[in-house]
Nanobody, 126 residues
Framework: QVQLVESGGGLVQAGGSLRLSCAASARTFSSAAMGWFRQALGKEREFVAA????????YYADSVKGRFTFSRDNAKNTVYLQMNSLKPEDTALYYC???????????????????WGQGTQVTVSS
């Protein structure tokens, strides 16, 4: 069974920073394109950021571009989402996702992903 485990969420004031982590099982990580999504209360899940298997290609939602940075540490089988200049509208449950992939493709739709973590809550107070 593939496992993704997110951590790093919490409560932060507007303008602050958080770093989310997603630890993946080795079999997943070595061949996976990765993504971050979020779901605010009462809203649909939305795309945040994506990274190709190679790690050389990333893509961000316009709402987070310039504030969030997606990175991966292959030695630790972990991806990170560094979130700076947080806004109250960033409040949501954040999910890590993975799918088998090749090359430099990244995926921005939830239905493209096969594996999901349990989510970590991010709350930004005004």
């Amino acid at each position: 069974q593939v496992q993704l485990v997110e951590s790093g969420g919490g409560l932060v004031q507007a303008g602050g920073s958080l770093r989310l982590s997603c630890a993946a099982s080795a079999r997943t990580f070595s061949s996976a394109a990765m993504g971050w999504f979020r779901q605010a209360l009462g809203k649909e899940r939305e795309f945040v950021a994506a990274m190709a298997r190679s790690g050389r290609s990333t893509y961000y939602a316009d709402s987070v571009k310039g504030r969030f940075t997606f990175s991966r540490d292959n030695a630790k089988n972990t991806v990170y989402l560094q979130m700076n200049s947080l806004k109250p509208e960033d409040t949501a449950l954040y999910y890590c996702a993975a799918r088998d992939a090749v090359g430099s493709y990244y995926y921005i739709y939830a239905y493209d992903y096969d594996y999901w973590g349990q989510g970590t809550q991010v709350t930004v107070s005004s």
